[in-house]
């Protein structure tokens, strides 16, 4: 088992009014990640992912595509000290 980890991601792209958030949080739930996702001002999507790392990767992963009618032009990560969230949202 790997340890945990937390990552935060920027994502750029056509990425809001697509359900980016509503399709990355079943995809975080899947992988049974904690953290949250929210759109920001101009116009990206930020989301935080704690977990074991294989499963982070895979979240940051979809996230690089997004759901169907997403067009990702980019994305940023960094990672930090992880928090200990429970569950995730959408915020």
């Known amino acids: 088992m790997s340890a945990r980890v937390r990552?935060?991601?920027?994502?750029r792209g056509?990425?809001?009014g697509v359900a980016f958030r509503w399709s990355t949080r079943q995809?975080?739930?899947?992988l049974g990640?904690?953290?949250w996702v929210r759109n920001l001002a101009d116009g990206s999507v930020?989301?935080?992912?704690?977990g074991p790392a294989?499963?982070?990767a895979?979240?940051?992963?979809?996230?690089?595509?997004g759901p169907p009618a997403a067009h990702v032009t980019g994305v940023e990560a960094r990672?930090?000290?992880p928090e200990g969230l429970a569950g995730f949202e959408v915020r």
């Open 54 to 56: 294989e499963d982070v």
């Open 27 to 30: 995809e975080a739930q899947r």
């Open 58 to 65: 895979r979240a940051e992963a979809f996230c690089a595509t």
């Open 33 to 35: 990640l904690a953290g």
């Open 79 to 81: 990672d930090e000290a």
């Open 46 to 50: 930020e989301a935080v992912f704690e």
């Open 14 to 16: 056509r990425v809001q």
């Open 7 to 11: 990552r935060r991601l920027w994502i």
